[in-house]
């Protein structure tokens, strides 16, 4: 009998932005179930972070936490720097880092803080992570980029915020094909509401009651319900999936 051993598949490796807490705490320790090793990308809570490495090499997986302000180009560079230093390869980027003000003024009362800010970090935060991840991430690699359901709603209050995650989907759906010839997908998901502090801070808990009623399934989405659409992008199962945007939101829109 041979006694040769084949060489084994070098684990892959996905960078997920905004990752200390809420949805992007839940795609981080769902994509280490699924055997990635993980880059918790974090802006400020270190000891956020640290906790979800920690839970994640508890459970048997492998993670690192890099701060980097996703709107900052050189933070990034060495964002994807920190991967390759730790993994040797980078396969997944997942680009949920973002903001949504908790005070949702019209148009006509958004000052130009909250409008540049929300730019800065929404639109040149994903532009920032896509242009390095075009060149750097491995072939047949996956992109998940994030949205948001009130794109389709167009609640009140919300047109800037809408308007940088158009800005998301329009940025997924060209880049699709100017991907072409890597092997690399690129998608947007669209969660709907979903209990997180982003989405519960400065909301009543009659609003919150009502936004819970609004999808058919009479619910808010969860973090996990989130990180498992993100969880379906990224596997071989969705190798035919490429620049689509999938509503995660319960029927809501």
């Known amino acids: ?10 684990v892959q490796v996905a960078i997920v932005t905004g990752a200390s807490r809420g949805i992007g705490a839940a795609i981080a320790q769902r994509l280490a179930l ?3 090793a993980v880059v918790v990308n974090y802006a400020g809570k270190t000891a956020e972070a640290q906790a979800i490495v920690q839970a994640i090499s508890s459970s048997g997986g492998q993670a690192i936490a890099v701060q980097a302000d996703v709107a900052d180009p050189a ?3 060495s964002l994807f720097d920190s991967a390759v230093q730790a993994f040797g390869r ?3 980027l997942v680009n949920n880092a973002g903001i949504m003000p908790s005070a949702m003024p019209h148009l006509a009362d958004t000052d130009d803080a909250t409008f540049d800010r929300l730019l800065a970090v ?3 935060g994903t532009f920032n992570t896509l242009r390095e991840a075009a060149t750097r991430l491995a072939h047949g690699g ?11 709603l167009a609640l009140p209050g919300y047109a800037i915020y809408a308007a940088t995650k158009s800005a998301v989907e329009t940025m997924t759906n060209i880049m699709a094909k100017e991907l072409r010839g890597k092997g690399i997908t690129i998608n947007a998901i669209a969660p709907g509401p979903t209990a997180t502090s982003l989405f519960l801070d400065g909301k009543t808990p009659e609003m919150i009651d009502r936004l819970s009623k609004m999808a058919p399934l009479e619910r808010l989405g969860t973090p996990d319900d989130i990180a498992s659409a993100v969880a379906f992008l990224v596997s071989p199962a969705a190798g035919w999936v490429n620049g689509q945007t999938l509503r995660a939101n319960g ?3």
């Not at 009998?1 to 070098?10: A, C, G, I």
């Open 251 to 253: 029927g809501l829109v």
């Open 1 to 10: 009998m041979s006694t040769h051993k084949s060489n084994p598949q070098p």
């Open 75 to 77: 933070a990034v560079r």
């Open 34 to 36: 699924e055997g990635y």
């Open 142 to 152: 996956r992109i998940v980029n994030f949205s948001t359901s009130v794109i389709g």
């Open 90 to 92: 980078i396969d997944v």
């Open 122 to 124: 929404n639109v040149k």
